[in-house]
């Protein structure tokens, strides 16, 4: 398994050499990263940060059922790419990356699930975390399509089923958690049609309520869509106001609602007046939205990056500290637990002494006769024997029992994250029977692995000096920026002329 995911990050590396080189370093860093991780227990055999990331630009459109999701993608596209409707037209997320080929390919869900390259890799662990037994049912919750459209050079688009779903639905809020952790950008579509949004009061407490807090909230935009419904009450404002109120509920009291519909599917409207105003409000949003797509390729290569520092401080600040102090509870309590032993065998030790007449209250024995039991009598030799043996098994067994009750009080006093069990994983291989009590460093937490992490610090902050010189140089020299569309950087000069 390790080397297959070898190749494919190789494959990646060739990928990112073309398209963005400074990436390439960045793969280099998340692999220095995987080992480290593996040798503190803080990845699984077949875990790998770099496998955690989503490294094409990906743009995800989430809401709920017939709001309008898959007329948006087509007309983003300009290709009839989803199917439309009223009802449920597809119930698994849906990858779309460009196709050179004419037609459309449509893969199952473990071509997703086995490439790092795209979202989902590895997808089938999580869901069987959830849900156990789904992990096996990988193409039932996902699929991949290829499309010829050139809007998608350079982009990943995730379509996702309607979040209202009751069908499998904590394995597809578990995806859906996912890939708002991976995107640059998340497109949230409410339906216009229904200005009364309390009866999707969940949809909202998991899509407006839970990201409040995020420190990426920025890249959330929230979508009203078919607002040409009230057209004929004249009435959008009344419907975004309504909107407003409910997301308020949720805590998000400055949400801005992008008000559009999509020209080939809207109702016509008769008033020429009303028409342009419709219009100018659709065609101003929509150009800010599309504005956003085409910035994912800039944002990817931060949040990349950021990603990478967040990472490593991580490890530096909470994880490596939080299983060093589980070292030294577990150090703690065992020192306890021998000298409750060694005190009971020093106790039984003596009182035997005393039975057997080596030891007097009266008086002590003299030196002559203490050597003499110790040479011909074997009683005191065997029992000082005897001892050691006892102290050491019940050291390895105050050891094991330590552990094993340390690490259920850690179980319950965790908070639920994503990587509990790792870190769990991580301190049970700290606080072993077989682990040193002399040792209080974390496994694989050396200095030389300190001297490889400071290292890629250094490497983060530097790249993410070279993601700025192609905006900003403080010199006053010319700077390029971002052809956002191909991922490439152009001088400034051309884009004047």
Known sequence: MEKEGGQKLRTLKEHLRQENPLLVNAVEDFLRLDKIGHRMGLLKPGQSYAGQIAW?????????????????????????????????????????????????????GIALNSDPRFPFYKM???????????????????????????????????????????????????????????????????????????AMRDTLKHLVANTIGRGDST?????????????????????????????????????????????????????????????????????????????????????IVGTLQSTVREIQNEKAPFIQEAIGRWRRKVLWSDGFFLAFLVALFVAFGYRAGYLSWDQPIPAASIKNVLSSEWGLTLMGLSTVIVLLVMHFFSKRWTARR???????????????????????????????????????WGSRAQRQVAKIVVDADRYVQKLNDGFADPSGNPVSLPDTQEGHFVPVEELKN
């Open 56 to 108: 094409w630009p990906l743009v995800s459109v989430l809401g709920t059922f017939s709001a309008g999701k898959s007329t948006f993608i087509n007309h983003f596209l300009h290709y009839p790419l989803q199917a439309t409707g009223t009802q449920a037209v597809d119930d698994k997320f849906t990858v779309i990356c460009y196709g050179a080929g004419r037609d459309v390919k449509v893969l199952p």
């Open 219 to 303: 890249k959330f935009l929230y979508i009203l869509n078919q607002i040409d419904t009230s057209a004929r009450e004249n009435n959008p404002e009344d419907v975004v106001a309504a909107w407003h109120r409910a997301m308020a509920q949720e805590g998000l009291t400055a949400a801005k609602f992008y008000c559009i519909y999509i020209p080939e599917a809207a109702i016509p409207i008769e008033d020429e007046n009303l028409r342009l105003r419709f219009e100018g409000k659709r065609d101003r949003d929509m150009a800010e939205i599309q504005n956003r797509i085409r910035q994912v390729s800039l944002e990817r290569a931060y949040r």
């Open 124 to 198: 089938s662990h999580e869901l069987e975390k959830v849900s156990p037994g789904e992990g096996s049912r990988i193409n039932a919750y996902l699929q991949l399509k290829t499309c010829p459209s050139d809007a998608l050079r350079g982009h990943i688009l995730i379509d996702s089923p309607g979040f209202d779903a009751d069908a499998q639905r904590s394995a597809t809020l578990k995806i859906t958690d996912y890939i708002m952790d991976l995107s640059d950008l998340v497109l949230i579509f409410f339906d216009a049609r229904h200005p009364e949004p309390g």
């Open 406 to 444: 340390l690490l259920s009080q850690l179980r319950k006093s965790m908070p639920e994250t994503p990587e509990k069990e790792n870190i769990l994983d991580a301190c049970e291989k700290n606080i072993g029977p077989l682990r040193s009590i002399f040792n209080s460093k974390p496994l694989g």
